[in-house]
């Protein structure tokens, strides 16, 4: 979704028009739901967190400001309401890596399963930072410098961490 | 590399993460739309403007009125339309000796304007003489006040010269407590003519009032200027001849256009007033 999609669906969303939450929910629903799920590394929160995310982007959605990039904005509400989530439930952020892959799932088809698995050592081999600078870098297609505001870190790291885990994921098979 | 990633990663997540809309949908409360907002706003506006312009009135139409009751009492406006129908009788007793054929009509308008004139007239003097007894009761009891405490009087009257008003000079002659003699009251809020120690005239505006003491002179607030109203310039000869007072070179590095303090007191040979001193 390019800036300008965003801005159009927020307008639909001042205007009450729910469909223009949905476009933003179609198009950046796995990435929200991958930067809670990296912070909260549990499927039942990471749900519920992304639902309450969306209610409250729809309550949220005036007063958006264009011009800094949507896909920051969007990450930094979701990351801060998965941090709350967890001081409220005084959870700790879990060091170990997500358990996303570790939870059965019925799957019909093994190519599917084989697949999945194979992104998940992928992933379980890098480190959570890396791994956070992934998910915003390979699924929000966000920029260093975006990345950077969202983890509020030095760019330079950011860089870093991500050329680190780029290594790991060429180790995997993954080029 | 990257896209491999990116496609796998997601259809990893798409197999992985349940349909959430139908859970947000249903909490997703209506919204008010814009269109509402607007009108609302500008309902807020248009409510807002209106009460301001009902306190504007609430507060402006006493004060008009005021003003009005004040300006008939003091005989300026009487004055005023006096002259005017006095300047339009005339002209209407020119217009006849031109005309003979429209002298009976003319003449009978403007008489009967002149009778209403009068009337207007007596009535503003005869307020205007009430007006004049308040304040001068509220002057002897202010001076007298002042007087007793060994107080200089005149800074209290500068302060106050702008906001005093003063009847006309008619109101003032009728004023039985006025000072016998040499003294008339100044004619206040109007032009009234000076005199300087040459006999020029001069007009001048301002507020006066008066003090009651030994020297019993008047410490007036004028603004100098020329008969047509434009304002003396310094080097101007009237000027020189009203700063003949010992302040002469204060004065002189004044702004001419602006007010000054001067003493000022009747001469009843030259029937104006005269500046005695630039205070």
Known sequence: ?175 | MSKDLKEEYEHMLDSRMPDLWERIEPQLHEKKTEKKRINRSKRIYLYSGMAAACLCLAIAIPAIIRTRDTGMKNGSGAYMMSDEAASAENNGMADGAEDGGMMGESMAAQEDDASDMQGINESATMSSESVMESMNSWEDDSCDTAMAEGYDASHDLDETMNSAEIGSSESAMSDPEADPGDWKEPQSLETARLSVDTGEELEVEGCVLRIRGEDAYMSYVIAVSKVDGQTLQEDENRIRAIATSSQTEDYKKKQTDETIHAMIRWDEELDCYRILEIL
């Not at chain 1, 958006?64 to 998965?82: D, E, P, V």
């Open chain 1, 1 to 175: 979704m390019t800036e300008r999609e965003f801005e159009k669906a927020v307008k639909r969303i001042r205007n009450g028009d729910k469909d223009g939450l949905k476009e933003i929910y179609l198009a950046y629903g796995r990435f929200i739901y991958a930067v809670i799920y990296e912070i909260l590394g549990n499927r039942e929160d990471t749900e519920d967190v992304t639902s309450e995310f969306f209610i409250k982007l729809w309550d949220v959605a005036e007063s958006y400001r264009s011009g800094n990039g949507h896909k920051g904005y969007l990450a930094t509400i979701a990351r801060n309401m998965a941090i709350d989530w967890i001081r409220k439930h005084r959870k700790e952020i879990p060091t170990a890596p997500p358990d996303l892959m570790q939870e059965e799932t019925a799957k019909e088809n093994v190519e599917d399963v084989v697949t999945d698995m194979a992104v998940q050592e992928a992933l379980a081999t890098l480190k959570d930072g890396e791994r956070q600078i992934v998910n915003l870098k390979v699924l929000g297609g966000m920029t260093f410098r975006e990345i950077a505001g969202v983890l509020q870190m030095p760019m330079g790291t950011v860089t870093w961490k991500y050329q680190n885990a780029i290594n790991k994921l060429r180790r995997c098979g993954y080029e």
